[in-house]
């Protein structure tokens, strides 16, 4: 299937992939680069992280090798990192008239890039401070959503600490609700006619084990050893900690757990975050041409 999609592609136009985590976008994504030209940008609110290779799945050595990828590992886990940040980068791509190849599974991303993204002004490093310690404390989560603006309470995903944080923030430091923000949104940087825009659908099943394979192989790749160099720096909500599998392998390394235990809660929170994917993708991408994936 993969070869009849390629073939279809124009090689003048840019291309977009998205779908679940562990579902086969990377390796999409490379032969595409590799037969067609172009370079794989990440999509991937984790891998921008330079402290998580192995455990946010990068790319390889030998991929980064075969073609150029960028905006993956690039940011310093002390520096705050968000999608208008990632927007900005991708629109300085852009500039440079090279062919892009936009894969990753963070929905936000790719939806601000084919929709467009309101300006909003930056939060003040005092708020977000503030923000952090609220959110560490036992029920913060709750009280923060409670402390929102009501339309955006409306629009907004209650369970990501991550995105509730961001709408607090932007209500505290502008005094406007981030869904009014939202509302003065600017043209998308890349529109409907600009790309090719793929979204990867993998059995449910099929994918669940690929999951727990792929978490098994970062295991033995080191992904134990990387959160145990990051421990020493390791500082509440910090956006970095959020990667999946840091938390719980952190726990192991501190004698809260063990490894069999931390291995099933990180396999568990992965397949819980591919179901939010994909019901994000269902909603918001249904325009987006459906492909299966090849795993």
């Not at 179901?275 to 249904?286: A, L, P, V």
């Amino acid at each position: 299937m993969s070869d009849e999609l390629i073939a279809r592609l124009d090689p003048a136009r840019h291309v977009l992939i998205a779908g679940p985590t562990a579902s086969g976008k990377s390796a999409l994504a490379l032969r595409i680069a590799v037969e067609q030209g172009g370079a794989v940008v990440n999509a991937d609110a984790l891998q921008v992280w330079s402290c998580w290779r192995v455990l946010t799945a990068r790319p390889s050595a030998a991929d980064e090798a075969a073609a150029p990828h960028l905006l993956y590992g690039h940011v310093a886990p002390h520096r705050s990192y968000s999608v208008g940040d990632w927007l900005a980068e991708v629109a300085g791509l852009l500039a440079g008239g090279q062919r892009l190849i936009v894969t990753g599974g963070t929905g936000l991303y790719l939806t601000a890039l084919t929709r467009g993204l309101a300006v909003i002004p930056p939060v003040p490093p005092e708020i977000r401070a503030q923000g952090d310690a609220w959110l560490a404390q036992p029920g913060g989560l709750a009280q923060m959503v409670a402390a929102l603006d009501g339309r955006t309470r409306e629009g907004l995903d209650l369970r990501n600490p991550a995105r509730v944080q961001r709408a607090w923030e932007v209500l505290a430091a502008t005094g406007r609700g981030l869904a009014c923000w939202q509302a003065e949104t600017p043209a998308p940087l890349i529109g409907g006619g600009d790309a090719a825009r793929l979204v990867l659908n993998a059995d449910r099943d099929r994918l669940a084990e690929r999951i727990g394979r792929r978490f098994d192989a970062m295991l033995a790749q080191g992904a134990a050893e990387e959160v145990r160099a990051m421990i020493p720096a390791w500082h509440g909500a910090q956006q970095w900690t959020r990667a999946i599998g840091a938390a719980e392998l952190k726990d192991y390394l501190q004698g809260r757990c063990s490894l069999d235990q931390a291995r099933d809660r990180a396999v568990i929170a992965t397949r819980q975050y591919a179901k939010s994917q994909r019901i994000w993708f269902r909603g918001r991408m249904r325009d987006w041409t459906a492909v299966p994936a090849q795993i």
